[in-house]
């Protein structure tokens, strides 16, 4: 499996076949998958979540029900099923929509951390639904989960365990010196057992992240994940951050050294900065760039055609800023608390003309969060995303407009929408 590198060159992680099954065995019984049920599958083969749900299903006697994604439940009558898994933030989007009209015995969350209150709304959704919540990456396929039966409520203020380690892996949270913290202490997360082999022709990089392990077998190795973490009372994983600047929108892993990468190598752009921002209630990637020439610098709407042609939906900006310098820190370091807020503005505003056009005009400023679209402003260019596309669909549907997600995405002008 590929996986984004902080140099903008994916990096191939080689996971055995060994890996693979015990992780597919495990999650069978977590999740409590039943011959003769359904399996949604939405996750891209590109990742590692594709292989829980299509081996799972196939080695239990499930059926695989292939789709775009999960946020295409949004656009049926119903659904009815044994498993969907999604990543939190996505699932939130469609929960309300859903709610009442899909039933299914197991929701399987993984990718970003799951937050009590999102979590009492699933519970208050789907009562009968039993909750799994997932982690792991790549390196070491799904390491550990933490399981909420049935009709059973979480109360508590912060965010859901990660569980206990799957069976044959294990887990260990460390500090300074590779030694275990106590509990109750944060400290960095190791996964050992059946993980990868580290990364196809890359030994300084598996040197790095794949060490010896000193409580397991002879010769094993366990994975450093970069993820901080601590034990709890009762015995499960919480994970309480990152340790470097990796961040996650919508569950998919981001480094924004990768985007300045690509950022970097377009021939008007002489530095480039890549931040997530929390802005209008959501995580949006934002790009800082100093042009070559102010005079002549490079055109928003072209370094954005540029980007998206290069890395896909997730890693193109939301927002492009034009800086004569990027703001350094006393260190020499880039000050990232010095960086602008971005303006999410639409071209020259022209106003709606027809019913279609009007409604569509308010659900685009909605979900956007702003005063007012006009008719040719791009949903992409004023801070649209995948998930704000789905919400143009339910809201213009509630409206009497009937629009496609594929429709929000090449027609994305109110203008050509309507």
């Known amino acids: 499996m590929y996986t ?10 080689t996971i055995t076949h060994r890996g693979a099954v015990n992780g597919v065995a495990q999650l069978v019984e977590r999740v409590g998958i039943l011959p003769g049920s359904r399996m949604l599958a939405g996750t891209s083969v590109n990742f590692d979540v594709s292989v829980f749900e299509i081996f799972t299903a196939l080695a239990t006697g499930t059926t695989v029900e292939v789709v775009r994604d999960v946020l295409e439940l949004a656009e049926r009558d119903n659904w009815t099923g044994g ?72 109360d508590r203020t912060n965010s859901a365990p990660i569980g206990t ?48 392990d000193p409580w397991g077998p002879a010769g094993d190795r366990m994975y450093r994940t970069g993820d901080l973490a601590r034990w709890t009372s009762s015995g499960e994983l919480e994970c309480v951050g990152r340790e470097d600047d990796q961040v996650k929108i919508r569950g998919f892993r981001v480094e924004p050294a990768e985007v300045e990468a690509v950022l970097g190598a377009h021939p ?5 900065a ?8 959501s995580r949006r990637l934002v790009a800082y760039v100093v042009p070559e020439s102010l005079e002549s610098g490079p055109d928003l709407a072209e370094l954005r055609r540029f980007v998206a042609e290069r890395l896909p939906e997730f890693l193109v900006p ?40 009007v409604v569509l005009a308010e659900v685009f400023a909605e979900v956007l969060g702003l005063e007012r679209v006009g008719l040719d402003d791009d949903f992409f260019a004023v801070g649209g995303d995948s998930i704000r596309s789905i919400q143009v669909v339910t809201r213009a549907r509630a409206r009497g407009v009937e629009v496609s997600p594929r429709d929000v995405f090449e027609c994305r002008t109110v203008a050509e929408l309507s």
Do not use: C, H
């Open 268 to 272: 008007a752009v002489r530095q480039a």
């Open 165 to 212: 380690p799957l069976g044959n892996m294990r887990t260990y949270v460390l500090g300074p010196g590779l030694q275990p913290v106590p509990m109750g202490v944060t400290g960095e997360l190791y996964v050992g057992g059946a993980i990868g082999r580290g990364y196809f022709g890359r030994p300084g990089l598996t040197a790095e992240r794949f060490v010896a």
């Open 318 to 357: 939301s927002a492009f800023v034009l800086l004569d310098r990027l703001p350094l820190g006393l260190s020499g370091k880039l000050d990232r608390s010095a960086l602008p807020e971005p303006e999410f503005a639409g071209s020259e505003y022209r106003e709606p003309r027809s019913p279609d056009e």
């Open 274 to 281: 890549a931040v997530v921002l929390d802005t209008a209630g």
């Open 83 to 154: 498993v969907i898994s999604s990543v939190p933030s996505v699932f939130a989007e469609i929960l309300d929509d859903i709610a009442g009209r899909t039933t299914v015995d197991a929701l399987v969350f993984a990718g970003e951390v799951l937050s009590a209150p999102f979590l009492a709304r699933v519970r208050a959704a789907m009562p009968g639904t039993r909750i799994l919540n997932g982690y792991g990456q790549s390196e070491s396929f799904y390491a550990t989960a933490f399981g909420l039966p049935a009709g059973e409520t979480w």
């Open 4 to 13: 984004s590198g902080s140099t903008g060159t994916p990096k191939g992680v």
